[in-house]
């Protein structure tokens, strides 16, 4: 089997935990939980919200979940600090429910990874805060 890595490999400087925070945002917002699981090591370990998931087949399923859920999903994250293996973020995403009522979620993330670059722990701390749709910060071309 070939071993996998996620470049940028730690240890992380400006531009590599940068560059980590938008490719994390850019598979996100694909949706595709086949594709975003594949940044997360086979034994990685979640906490997001309430919930503790331990390797990428509970993290897919998680995430299938959390998209048929969360419909029209938008995501925006942001470098909040790092170091050589850890990175933390915080971020907003916007999604509405299935009865059309519109949610502004924020949060922060911390993340470590291997030596390979793949994410083996993610704490997500998240609040959800209803909002109209006329509120939407994240419409078009304007996310």
């Known amino acids: 089997m070939t071993k996998q ?17 938008k490719a994390a945002e850019d598979a996100w917002n694909t949706r595709d939980p086949e ?11 979640w906490r997001n919200r309430d919930e503790f ?11 299938r979940r959390k998209w048929e ?10 470098l909040w600090t790092f ?4 990175i933390a973020v915080r971020f907003q995403y916007e999604w509405h429910d299935a009865n059309g ?10 993340w470590e990874f291997d030596d390979d670059g793949l994410m083996r722990r993610r704490e997500a701390s998240i609040n959800d805060v209803p909002i109209a749709e006329s509120e939407r910060r994240f419409v078009g071309d304007n996310w």
Not at 35 to 45: H, I, N
Not at 83 to 86: A, G, H, I, P, V
């Open 5 to 21: 890595q996620r470049p940028p490999l730690p240890p992380f400087d400006l531009a590599a935990a940068k560059a980590k925070v």
């Open 35 to 45: 594709r975003v699981v594949l940044a997360y090591s086979e034994d990685s370990v």
């Open 53 to 63: 998931l331990y390797g990428r087949a509970e993290i897919k399923e998680f995430l």
């Open 69 to 78: 859920r969360e419909l029209d999903y938008r995501l925006r994250k942001s």
């Open 83 to 86: 170091d050589e293996r850890r």
């Open 101 to 110: 009522q519109w949610y502004r979620s924020y949060g922060n993330e911390l």
